[in-house]
């Protein structure tokens, strides 16, 4: 099967260009999985895999495949090679994002459940994410828009 | 972070034999995760994932990191190999299992959402899964035990 990569991003400017361009291909949507997400993700050098964040009501993890990438979390920064791995419980209020500062491509696993309640909140940006059934997805955090 | 594997099954002879000697660590519960599983599974040659099976209420997603192991469901056999994936949506009916027929170790991802209400059909074998809260897990179909 050949899977078509997703190269988008939800993300209003200035944040979107931080991430993209970044290919992640749906894996558990190409077999038809609904309780949880696996997205096979390449990370160009010097792009972030998100805004610093947490989420209210899903889990994540990352497993990296190959290249090497940041983690950012509250306790510091870490390096993350192939085969190393890290979780976020859900609602710790510890944000994290992963940053390529390496000259190559990265390429890992992001994976976690789903959860229609979910939100996620960026301490270091004025970004709000609303949850996937939200009619406006992303604002500032007073409510307005971009 | 250093993490010893989980060598043993549940699994009642002569099915416990067909899987054993494996190591599975435990990755998700090692951060904590609650809402998925995520087993690092190393399968030596010779050896079955797991009696062919279906499960009631979990999703599971497969992602070899090196080495071959066969896919064996109802539509048949196809080798699967490093960076392969495959995902097996809940209630289906079709059931699936791992073989490893080559010569060397074959390492892989189990990813699965997590429900107290899971149960697992065997279509193979005279094997019935009850679910991780009951108390007796495995019995023959016909309800007595092993």
């Not at 990352?62 to 983690?71: A, F, K």
């Not at 085969?83 to 710790?92: A, K, N, R």
Request: overall charge negative.
């Amino acid at each position: 099967m050949s899977l078509e990569p997703r190269t988008g991003s939800g993300y209003p400017e200035p944040y979107q260009s931080r991430v993209l361009p970044r290919e992640k291909r749906a894996l558990g949507d190409a077999f038809g999985l609904t309780t949880i997400g696996i997205n096979h993700t390449v990370l160009p050098p010097g792009k972030e895999s998100s805004m610093r964040h947490w989420h209210s009501h899903e889990e994540e993890f990352i497993y990296v495949l190959s290249g090497e990438v940041v983690l950012r979390t509250d306790a510091g920064e870490q390096p993350l090679t192939a085969g190393m791995c890290v979780g976020f419980p859900l609602g710790t209020g510890d944000a994290h994002q992963l940053v390529n500062r390496s000259a190559g491509p990265a390429v890992y696993l992001e994976i976690s459940n789903r959860d229609a309640r979910d939100c996620a909140c960026y301490p270091d940006v004025d970004l709000q994410y609303h949850g996937a059934q939200a009619a406006v997805k992303f604002t500032r955090k007073d409510g307005s828009g971009f």
